[in-house]
């Protein structure tokens, strides 16, 4: 009788049976999801990545901004998928300007959508403790929003956080007033985004995360732009409201030193 060669009965025993090809297979079982973190400088970004993660990036603890450029903090688990946190800086940050900041997102996402990689969701972080949503944190959502499209907002998350800073009835009351209004965030909520607590512990931010893993990747309206269109990013609609308005700036300085040196001159 035939003895079957022990390698072809238990071929997976036998180490040289498990292509690279298969590895990779395996590795494809454990989801990944990739997640953006964005929001103005000093609501918290990196302070949530580093709860979750475990990861111990820079916090900024005074008044200027902290975190200038994109990190990606290393992966973890969560339910069977491999986490990873993209942190950026806030497109009000006091060191750069918005469109230098717009660039390094936009390259950031492009390169991982080129490499295959879409999001699984994108955390758009708000202080329940500002007390107004003025000019700059509207301005940052609008930017934000110009890198999503209407299609991606399903895969956002409007995280409201610093709740231990003021009375629950405060908060309440500014979460409806965000949530109802057309100047803050009651556009992106009707098409899809969605409102959630963060109340500084791991509970909160796993619940965050878990309703954006369980969810279709997808690729942002600025991804699509870059790769799949092949354009630059000035040529992108977010570009577009903020090279606008960086124009209109300069040609404000050109005039006001225009008049002066016509002053100086008949003067
Ligand atoms: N009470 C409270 N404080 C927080 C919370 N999250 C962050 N902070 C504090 O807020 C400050 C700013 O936090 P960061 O995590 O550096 O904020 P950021 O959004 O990464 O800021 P930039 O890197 O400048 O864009 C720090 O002093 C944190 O300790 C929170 O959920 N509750
Ligand atoms: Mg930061």
């Not at 299609?151 to 009351?173: A, C, H, I, R, S």
Request: glycine share 8%; hydrophobic share 40%.
């Amino acid at each position: 009788m035939l003895k079957p060669e022990s390698s072809q009965v238990f071929p997976l025993a036998n180490q040289s049976y498990i292509s690279s090809g298969s590895i990779t297979a395996l590795k494809a079982l454990v989801e990944v999801a990739l997640i953006a973190v964005m929001g103005p400088t000093g609501s918290g970004k990196t302070t949530f990545i580093n709860s979750v993660s475990g990861s111990n990036l820079r916090v900024g603890h005074d008044l200027h901004s902290c975190t200038s450029t994109i990190q990606v903090a290393p992966p973890f688990q969560l339910d069977g998928h491999s986490v990873t946190l993209i942190d950026t800086p806030g497109f009000d940050d006091a060191d750069k300007s918005e469109t230098e900041i717009l660039t390094e997102i936009a390259a950031c996402l492009a390169t991982t959508y080129k490499s295959g990689t879409k999001l699984a969701g994108v955390i758009y972080m708000h202080r329940i403790s500002d007390v107004r949503m003025g000019g700059i944190s509207t301005r940052n959502f609008k930017m934000f929003m110009q890198l999503c499209s209407d299609t991606t907002l399903k895969n956002v998350v409007v995280v409201t956080n610093m709740w231990g800073l003021v009375e629950p009835k405060v908060g309440e009351d500014r979460e409806e007033q965000l949530a109802s209004n057309e100047g803050f965030f009651k556009l992106a909520l009707d098409k899809g985004a969605q409102m959630l607590r963060h109340d500084d512990g791991t509970v909160s931010a796993h619940a965050i995360l878990r309703y954006l893993i369980g969810k279709q990747p997808r690729a942002l309206q600025i991804q699509r732009k870059l790769v799949d269109e092949g354009k630059d990013i000035s040529q992108t609609a977010a570009a577009g409201v903020e090279l606008n308005r960086e124009f209109a700036e300069q040609a404000n300085r050109h005039q006001d030193e225009l008049a002066k040196l016509r002053e100086d001159m008949t003067g």
